[in-house]
């Protein structure tokens, strides 16, 4: 949890930007979370298949995808 903490306010500038690359996004939270937080163009990119599967599935589930 504080880990979580620490990202969103070290990543709160970033709120509502244009474009996001998360490479090595893993099940993506990351571009999840910029996604909700209004950056509209988020690209995640990962090269393990199983975590890149979790991140579609969690993307479409949280409208996302």
Do not use: M
């Not at 509209?40 to 975590?51: F, G, I, L, R």
């Amino acid at each position: 949890a504080e880990t979580v903490r620490i990202w969103v306010e070290e990543t709160e500038h970033l709120s509502g930007c244009s474009k996001v690359l998360d490479y090595g996004c893993g099940e993506g939270w990351a571009g999840i979370t910029l996604n909700k937080a209004g950056c509209k163009d988020v690209t995640c990119v990962d090269v393990v298949e199983s975590a890149i599967a979790i991140a579609n599935a969690l993307s479409t589930a949280y409208g996302t995808a």
